[in-house]
């Protein structure tokens, strides 16, 4: 089903632009034309990962991706199917098209709506497994910031794990289906932007996360929802203000 010698061969990643969501859109694009029908079950992990010619972590990510879709569900032990697919609708963010930084402002907004009640969501409702899958998500955050390598994957799975904790497939099937692309850095360099060093710029971000976390932990909705919005609202404005600095040098003012 995908390998080269088949009628429709997966294809390959371009390199340069997020592998995760990449495949995603292949894998979308399969389910929604037919080709992979409800009921099916999907090449195992190693299958994909050669006939995609990327790492056990892309496909695992875009598994993620695809599970908080709703397109597919996974049963331990048994393997990954294809789910009914819902009718299609008018609403789009198309995530290839979220290039400039007003592109990414606007979705910023749309995510302090949104994201602000994920959190006070997750804080009421997440079980101990979802905050242990929460604190994994921080760990590996903190952990890629530290190693100078790239957040942007950790840092969403960050995100879509507290919509999957609020129990509202709603707000993990909007994450999975916007993707990496929603982190502003992965569409606009922000520390280049707000010239300064990456590494600090991101341990900052990293903790406004550490206060996300630490409100859910304490199952503290409002602390939670003013610890998200607060997190929110900082990359919106740093943004903004990385962006009117840059304009004004360009100018010359």
């Not at 034309?33 to 299958?47: F, I, Q, R």
């Not at 949104?114 to 804080?123: D, H, N, S």
Request: charged share 25%.
């Amino acid at each position: 089903m995908f390998t080269e010698s088949t009628a429709h061969p997966a294809p390959r990643p371009k390199r340069g632009r997020n592998l995760a969501h990449q495949v995603v859109e292949s894998m979308s694009e399969r389910i929604k034309g037919g080709l992979l029908k409800a009921g099916d079950k999907l090449p195992t992990e190693s299958e994909l990962v050669s006939a995609y010619g990327v790492s056990r972590t892309v496909i695992r990510e875009a598994i993620s991706h695809l599970q908080a879709a709703g397109l597919v569900q996974t049963q331990h032990g048994v393997g990954t199917f294809v789910r009914e697919v819902e009718p299609d609708h008018t609403f789009r963010i198309n995530p290839g098209e979220i290039e400039t930084v007003m592109d990414v402002l606007a979705v910023l907004e749309l995510r302090i709506s949104l994201e602000t009640e994920a959190a006070g969501l997750a804080a009421a409702r997440r079980s101990e497994e979802q905050l242990e899958q929460l604190r994994r998500a921080l760990a590996a955050l903190i952990e890629n910031v530290e190693a100078a390598g790239d957040a942007a994957s950790p840092d969403f799975q960050f995100h879509l794990q507290i919509a999957l904790a609020t129990g509202n497939r709603h707000f993990a099937g909007l994450m999975g289906y916007l993707g990496t692309m929603v982190i502003p850095r992965n569409r606009v360099n922000t520390a280049r932007l707000a010239q300064e060093d990456k590494v600090e710029y991101l341990r900052r971000v990293n903790r406004e996360h550490q206060d996300i976390f630490d409100a859910i932990a304490r199952s503290d909705p409002e602390a939670a929802r003013a610890a998200m919005r607060t997190h929110l609202a900082n990359s919106r404005e740093r943004l903004k203000r990385a962006h009117e600095a840059a304009e004004n040098a360009e100018s010359g003012v």
